[in-house]
């Protein structure tokens, strides 16, 4: 299953589990921009389960959205 690929049909696990990483991924740099460190630990740990759950799944991401530490 590739995800973001021209055209490509997304089943609706990969369809929520992009939207999830998308809104992870946001809180994560609002929480880095508001000097949130705890936040930023948290939204940081959740972006690598849902990275890790897309691996587990075939889900490939072609995203701006791989964990930084």
């Given at each position: 299953m590739a995800a973001g690929g021209g055209g490509s049909k997304v089943d609706a696990f990969t369809a929520g589990l992009l939207r999830r990483i998308h809104a992870v991924a946001a809180d994560l740099e609002r929480a880095r921009a508001q000097?949130?460190?705890?936040?930023a630990e948290v939204e940081q740990a959740?972006?690598?389960?849902?990275?890790?759950?897309?691996?587990?799944?075939?889900?490939?991401?072609?995203?701006?959205t791989e964990p930084r530490g």
């Open positions: 000097g949130d460190d705890f936040l959740e972006l690598a389960d849902l990275h890790r759950l897309a691996a587990e799944h075939g889900v490939e991401l072609h995203l701006r």
